[in-house]
């Protein structure tokens, strides 16, 4: 079967994964409104492309926190890829390195950063964490990737509790006992500590303990999690160097608006004093299109890398990445835009007849 | 079965009960427009979840009429319990109680409320009544419940005629022969009273008979079936002392508005001076804060309720109120509200790109 | 099967009518949009009900050009009763007269009119016509009508040309040789005018064949298929005594506005001079409300007498007017209202959240 | 069977083309949103037919650059009408010659400019081209349409890369080995020309390109593929005589707004300096009369003529356009208008209660 598009390799998991882990990644919070509107929202909004412009040489690349991505979509962060392929993050990072483009790894892999790094070591990643209650647990975490090259910080925002996933619960799905959190090897201090507090953030944190953050790594932090102006302007003025829109791909807060539909509001309010970036939803390249055109610096797909890695591993998340790529391109070009600096609003029809 | 959202239960009843006593239940005025729209306008409104406000405490509690209840949702009226579990309104009476929740006690009960009251002695309870041809059955109905310890009146005011339910009038819905209402045991003056009379209201009540329901008893009224702005000011000119923005499970009128697209004309109309509650639709702990998000001080539910009875009688009817309790505090919490003091209407996106 | 609805006759008529005749009544023009719309644009319409105005009297009775009907809802005109029922129009005239309200006959009747004022000698009833070619055809035909005691000519402006309904070409459909139009009996000068030629109207005529109508009876003059207010305005101008809203039940031109879309603007520009009526996807009687509120002074009904017809004659079609009328009356009171002169367009929700 | 509507057709050729030829032809980029939305638009655009016009003579007619056609329906650019019915174009070019409307030749057509001519010597036609990156090839092609009496030069300009259609990419779909692009027999200079670069333009041209096409030419230019108001402007600023309004039936950038959504703004901003035209999507006489309500001039089909050709090759194009033409004329007055300067905005109702 030829892949062709995203939704192919989504149908390839569905077949090979065991029900149990295919409802732990496809899964939304209570009713998935959300994590279905993330990508019907898309849909709703019009492309208004221009016409005879030289596209002849086109240029994909963008600049993230300084540093140039081949193409303006990076990998966000999901858990436990060894439930999608033997390897793993592994695998993902090396995708990641092949197609020059970030890589945020989850503080939940179940590939030590060690084994991720290892594999990769050339590639460009960001860390994704949360502030424990344990702050001398986070902090190990943070010295750790710190130490080994991770380029920022993302901090996950709207996990204080874990979302309700139905079928999750119906499954009881937990993680198989030959995988691990690899990353609290050796670190971890206060042995009542549950599982559970790996993946979920201290509640209790606001913007002081990012300020703590701050006041412990030199890295730069990005705020995933973000869908008001509020808390854009909040960002900005507590100096992250980054927001990822995010509704955490529909699996938290049932009922949220869609990613896409966020943006704007966040992009007008940070008046370019940081960068926005966002996931959820994107599953083309003229997705990827539309929310540069509405002001994301750059985009991140979780599932479709998952997908990915079920159909080959590596290989698979590469070929997800360059399907992704070539689309964006076409679409790029066949709207008239030789390259991301000339992406902007006047591509998005506002209103209809 | 792992019953993990209210939905299951309706599963569950559907397949338990007899189709006359589901098509009862589950039944909506004509073409159930009504009935199906007060669910699906919950999905038309979308969140906007603020982040990093430390949630790591939470409060569901909330004060209906100067009580405190523990989460801001009561159980609505519905009548026939012992349709649906042996033992009927007391079943349903202890659950409120467990939960520590209002229950709204039908005219229309199958238990008598000495029955209920004597079931759950430290419940806190509001009867459900309508006022009839029969000023003297009325008012003994209203001694009755008073002198019983129930809180407030809930006059049900948009019952002047039976809505047309297609299937209960396929079926001949009737109460069978070993049930009865019996509220109405020692009471009754007119031995000429049609049994269809304690249901429907005195089609020519008007606010002059809020005023003499007034005079005959101390205790607050709340009007419930109030669906406009110019209602909900005569409501306040009337001095009564609540509003239940109600379309009686879209079981009347059907073509009305659904409830929580009618609340916001209310809820600036009124301006705080009486509490504004609301039923019909909530099946999750996001449309409960949607609801308090638009202003409703406290929602009622009905038909889940009677799918719990269904379940497990007393047990059934808790569980559901605790998955909703759960669910609203997870729901709270996730969109960075600690209490019900902290949600207000920015919680809601007005409008989309 | 207990009838309780209008689509319950509407399954009954499908079941037992031949496929010709089924297709030849329920067709619409083209992709049937607009006849498919005019039924869910009332879907689309909310309503504001008012509660506590003493509605133990109700009264549905209303005037149309100054005539009492027992309630706002007429029959308009269908062809070829008799294809659905063996008494033809005798049996419909005999249900309007006894539901005491009017019936539009067709002028294309498989009954003669004398058969149908034989038939019900005290129904109110207008004729519905075209202006033919042949002027001499036309007048004969008013004269027969009027001398008859017709008590309106209803003008039919929007079938210059026959529109395009798909299954009445694939069926070749005509109407079988031992039905006829009655009518013409006697009365045709022409001995070439084309059968076809009794359906549509001249497609030469203008507001000036109007005026010669107005000259050659004495009878009040109705216009129906009118859409626009610039036509509404144009009725008022030209001394007619009312308009129908009408686009022929969905069966001339596709991708029209729904009739109850198109009322408003009518009624806006009327402003009262002459009465506006509308026929179009009336299926429930709060269809009926919604249209009196948005200012119809009375509504009429197409298919579903037909269907009536189909399932009992005359019986079938009182019942469908009894259901309607009840239907209404319930719709009325249930919304506060005590009569057809407290119906306004404050029971249009105009806009929502 | 009969055909009736022109979707008849599209069932016959479902089921008479070869799969991949049917994917071929019926293709849209991507997801095919905006190959189905093209369709679905017409339906949300309601129109407001007038009465009592006189409507006994109609006149279908329009001009299009100064030529008369029968109706303002033409012929839009297709390729590979040999995969369709042996004759290929010739029997297209037969057809449109038979309703004397305008043939807008495929560079990429299977049948040669001169067999075409040959086979309708009378017809009026337009030729559709690129610019190549051999500009020595594109002269060539250009004059040898000139001397043989092409009337017009059609620039697509939405092609710089083929759009991704998915099936196409399945099927590995490729001209079958007997079929050839005749256009270019004796013509190219270049042995290294990639045979894929007859369908695609040079990607780099722009405005500067379109003056040098006038400066070797003396046929008018139509620019085919213009979506925006700003690049309408630009192609009056740059003195072409025409724009077709067109996303390529949706089959190179997927997103974009449906081409009836986009004439308006273009026909408001061009004001008449220059003809705009439109295609995609047209499917009904309704449909036609709707865009030229909103400004085309004229409008174009594509599909439908493919599906004409299987059908009976030149009869069944005839049948096609003849279906069109009789439903535009029934649409147009019944809408009121006796001819196409009739038509305009008034016609459409551009917002409802």
């Given at each position: 079967m030829?892949m062709?598009?995203?939704?192919?390799f989504?149908?390839y998991?569905?077949?090979?994964l065991?029900k149990t882990?295919?409802?732990?990644?496809s899964?939304?919070?209570d009713?998935?409104?959300?994590?279905?509107d993330?990508?019907?929202?898309?849909?709703?909004?019009h492309?208004?492309?221009?016409?005879?412009?030289d596209?002849?040489?086109?240029?994909t690349?963008?600049?993230?926190?300084?540093?140039e991505?081949?193409?303006?979509?990076?990998i966000?962060?999901?858990?436990?890829?060894?439930?999608?392929?033997?390897?793993?993050?592994t695998?993902?990072a090396?995708a990641?390195?092949?197609?020059?483009?970030?890589?945020?790894?989850?503080?939940?892999?179940t590939c030590?950063?060690?084994?991720?790094v290892?594999?990769?070591?050339n590639?460009y990643?960001?860390?994704q964490?949360?502030?424990?209650?344990?702050?001398?647990?986070?902090?190990?975490?943070v010295?750790?990737?710190?130490?080994l090259?991770?380029?920022?910080?993302?901090l996950t925002?709207?996990?204080p509790?874990?979302?309700?996933?139905?079928n999750?619960?119906?499954n009881?799905?937990?993680?198989?006992?030959?995988l691990?959190?690899?990353?609290?090897?050796?670190?971890?201090?206060?042995?009542?500590?549950?599982?559970?507090?790996y993946?979920?953030?201290?509640?209790?944190?606001?913007?002081?303990?990012?300020?703590?953050?701050?006041?412990?790594?030199?890295l730069?932090?990005?705020i995933?999690?973000?869908?008001?102006?509020e808390?854009a302007?909040?960002?900005?003025e507590?100096?992250?160097?980054?927001?990822?829109?995010?509704?955490?791909g529909?699996?938290?807060l049932d009922?949220?608006?869609?990613?896409?539909?966020?943006?704007?509001?966040i992009?007008?309010?940070?008046?370019?004093?940081?960068?926005?970036y966002?996931?959820g939803?994107i599953?083309?390249?003229?997705d990827?299109?539309?929310?540069?055109?509405?002001?994301?610096?750059c985009?991140?797909?979780?599932?479709?890398?998952?997908?990915?890695?079920?159909?080959?591993?590596?290989e698979?998340?590469?070929?997800?990445l360059?399907?992704?790529?070539?689309?964006?391109?076409l679409?790029?070009?066949?709207?008239?835009?030789?390259?991301v600096?000339e992406?902007n609003?006047?591509l998005?029809?506002f209103?209809?007849?």
């Open positions: 030829a062709v598009c995203l939704t192919d989504e149908k998991a569905k077949e090979h065991s882990a295919w409802d732990y990644f899964a939304g919070a009713e998935c409104y959300t994590r279905d993330n990508l019907l929202a898309y849909k709703r909004i492309l208004r492309p221009r016409v005879l412009r596209v002849s040489e086109s240029d690349r963008t600049t993230v926190q300084g540093t991505f081949s193409f303006p979509v990076g966000s962060t999901t858990a436990y890829h060894c439930l999608a392929w033997h390897e793993g993050e695998a993902t090396r990641a390195e092949a197609l020059n483009t970030c890589y945020i790894t989850s503080t939940t892999s030590s950063v060690e084994e991720i290892a594999a990769a070591p590639g990643r960001w860390f964490m949360v502030v424990y209650q344990d702050r001398r647990l986070t902090e190990q975490v010295q750790r990737v710190e130490a090259g991770y380029k920022a910080l993302v925002v709207d996990m509790y874990l979302g309700k996933r139905h999750n619960i119906r009881q799905f937990k993680l198989p006992p030959h691990q959190f690899k990353n609290f090897n050796g670190l971890q201090k206060q042995a009542t500590v549950d599982p559970k507090a993946i979920t953030s201290d509640p209790s944190i606001t913007w002081k303990e990012v300020h703590w953050l701050q006041s412990i790594t030199s730069p932090i990005i995933k999690g973000i869908l008001t102006k808390d302007v909040l960002a900005v507590h100096s992250v160097q980054g927001i990822i829109v995010s509704n955490h529909g699996r938290q009922g949220t608006l869609a990613t896409i539909d966020a943006l704007i509001e992009v007008d309010a940070v008046k370019g004093r940081i960068e926005v966002l996931d939803g599953r083309t390249g003229s990827v299109l539309k929310a540069l055109a509405l002001g994301a610096k985009v991140f797909i979780g599932r479709p890398v998952v997908w990915g890695l079920v159909y080959k591993g590596e698979g998340v590469r070929e997800v360059q399907i992704l790529k070539d689309e964006f391109r679409a790029m070009t066949l709207s008239g835009c030789r390259n600096a992406i609003r006047n998005i029809q209103s209809k007849l």
